[in-house]
């Protein structure tokens, strides 16, 4: 795999390319690079055939191994790597270690292994087994395993455990890489953890030196799922920046997780190349649609929508603090979903707008608000997929305007227009 930044902008971000992979060497990845999350190897809710209706772009596919591990066996016993298991040989794929959009427990890593919870309940991989499902998948790149159990309010101890585990993980899985026949040239990320402290992740990346990665993930900000999307910044950023600052322009960096478009923003800002498409996913799951302004302004007004059950962090926090969301009737109000309107909600029991106006994918065009509240209330099976669809397809356009801005210097206009969305909706100063 080659790594090229074209262009780099007064902020950090960066433009660039991923290309030269062994399997599909024809095959050029622009970044910031959105992957695009799969479970079981396949888009949850999506066969094949409506994946091409969302896009039929080059894409990579995020192969989490943590929903692959009990089908290694079945993969190496047919032999041809899980992108033609899954019937998705057009496509790229990354193996990651965990789930990035589900939440990881924390605490039950083991000296010399890391806990993966499968649907069969727990199962402790260490780096000889991990990089043996590796060679049964054959994956076009993957990510060293690594302890990334780490979170702003870990001790020094643990996070120190956490770096000198992953050390010695990428260490090993190096070796095992250069003396596998099937993995020799397959690209592999290292991951720089240390949670939130700076001398700990520095340590991490000095002691990785000399490995021969083809990048970074940076990894123990959160422990995945919904704690990625309450990233604090002021808390990421000092630590961020200096742990980028030690890394080498020369190769591309990671960050997983459903991070909020804002802060996703602010990472490509920083000088992050490569991102996964959980956030999506965890919205439609929650019967949630996407209708964040995705493009960059152009003299008109941007998507303008209010949700009334939409609360801010604070006062989410305030109200934990209070016990007044302590009851299973407030559970959903714990997420903020300011990005996105609740078709759950008896507010477009009768809107007979599509999710978002303007939106050319097929269930904007195709169907209503009013519809797409049917199915989700009645709980069928069409509501995620069709919501599954817009959501991408929303997200897909959120990352070709990224790169537009960056290429037009325009990158702090397109975060300007989400912070006024956002605080206009928190306010509730939109009209539906």
Not at 61 to 89: C, R, S, W, Y
Request: hydrophobic share 35%.
């Amino acid at each position: 795999m080659k790594f090229t930044v074209s262009l780099v902008a007064k902020s950090s971000a960066r433009l660039g390319s991923l290309s030269e992979f062994t399997r599909i060497p024809e095959a050029v990845l622009e970044t910031p690079l959105l992957l695009l999350h799969t479970r079981g190897a396949a888009v949850p809710h999506l066969s094949y055939d409506l994946m091409q209706m969302v896009s039929t772009e080059n894409h990579i596919l995020q192969m989490p191994l943590v929903t692959l591990v009990d089908h290694t066996k079945n993969v190496k016993a047919f032999g041809k790597g899980i992108a033609e298991f899954a019937g998705l040989k057009e496509y790229l794929n990354y193996v990651s270690v965990q789930d990035s959009g589900t939440t990881t427990p924390e605490g039950y890593h083991e000296k010399n292994s890391i806990s993966l919870w499968t649907r069969g309940g727990r199962k402790l991989i260490d780096p000889q087994t991990y990089i043996t499902c590796i060679e049964a998948l054959k994956p076009d790149m993957f990510q060293a395993i690594v302890d990334g159990d780490t979170t702003s309010n870990s001790s020094v101890k643990r996070v120190r455990r956490s770096v000198d585990d992953t050390v010695k993980f990428a260490g090993i899985c190096a070796d095992l890489k250069e003396k596998s026949e099937v993995l020799k040239d397959t690209p592999m990320l290292a991951c720089i953890t240390g949670g939130y402290n700076i001398k700990e992740r520095l340590r991490c990346i000095t002691e990785l030196k000399g490995l021969g990665v083809a990048g970074y993930v940076l990894e123990g900000f959160h422990t995945n799922g919904e704690s990625a999307t309450n990233l604090s910044w002021e808390e990421l950023e000092p630590v961020l920046t200096e742990t980028l600052g030690s890394l080498p322009d020369n190769l591309p960096r990671a960050f997983h997780g459903p991070v909020t478009p804002i802060i996703l923003l602010k990472l490509v800002s920083k000088g992050i190349d490569i991102f996964d498409a959980t956030f999506p996913w965890l919205v439609a799951e929650r019967a949630g649609a996407l209708i964040f302004p995705n493009t960059l302004p152009k003299g008109k007004a941007p998507i303008t929508e209010t949700l009334p059950s939409v609360k801010s962090p604070a006062l989410i926090a305030q109200n934990e603090r209070d016990g007044s969301l302590g009851n299973e009737n407030n559970k959903d109000e714990l997420v903020d979903r300011v990005f996105e309107i609740n078709l759950k909600d008896k507010l477009y029991f009768n809107d007979t707008r599509p999710l978002v106006e303007d939106c050319s994918c097929y269930c904007c065009r195709k169907y209503s608000r009013s519809y797409v509240h049917h199915l989700s209330a009645t709980s069928e099976l069409q509501g995620p997929i069709l919501l599954m669809m817009h959501n991408l397809h929303h997200y897909i356009n959120f990352f070709r305007s990224i790169h537009l801005a960056i290429r037009e210097d325009q990158l702090q206009a397109l975060h300007s227009t989400l912070e006024q969305f956002v605080t206009s909706r928190r306010s509730g100063k939109l009209d539906d």
